[in-house]
């Protein structure tokens, strides 16, 4: 005799869920310190997990920022000392970024396009292809290479396919030298009265006689929030600190 009241109730709970749905928990996992292997500042080796498995995801983005230094550092940059000798301004960005970073941490943090637009950091592009379509959500392995002859071009690969050459952003509105964006340690980018908001935006530069470049890479993954149509990140993972090669 009760039978039917039940049935009536069942049918009852799931028309409700199926209207009103289960909110959609969104998260994009954070690139493993571990998948990435550097080589002093010269190079480094990225396995990307693949994220074919969030249908809101979209690619991986690489941030960047250059510094001028008078300091010649010929291993890896991967203490605060180090950081500190390089670049006050370095030392002190790489300082407010980390707490985003750190993969023990449960703390969602601040959303990487406001975090990295705070340090005037840019992302980074390619020459002759768009760097979305490398990074892609499928995952794999990236290589960037920082080559230290005089005239060398730093490049970015993925699979050990075609090398590209690593390209300044886009979005900067006069970087120097004129017509040329690429990754290299020339007089123009060392300028300290061009280091403006219009002028190679994408450097901290210092005054005096400073005659070498670095420059601190991190990687993200990015999505949207297909209700929202908001962007969503996962937290970065610091890549390395490279020196960019003479012009």
Known sequence: MFKQPLILLCIAASVFLLTCGIEQYYYLPQVPEINIRTEFTTSAVITLPSLTNYDYAFNYLIY??????GHDEPGTINTSSIRSIISSDLAGDYNAIYPNTDPTSTASGTPANTLFDNRKYFKLELEGVDIDNILSKGGGNVRISFPQSLGDYPELSFNDGTPYRLYRSGDLISPEPKGDRYFRNTADLRAFEKAISTINADVSARSGLLDYAYVSMYIVAKGIHTVQFTPIYSKPTH?????????
């Open 239 to 247: 890549i390395s600190i490279f020196k960019l090669p003479r012009n």
């Open 64 to 69: 960047y920022r250059i510094y001028t230094s």
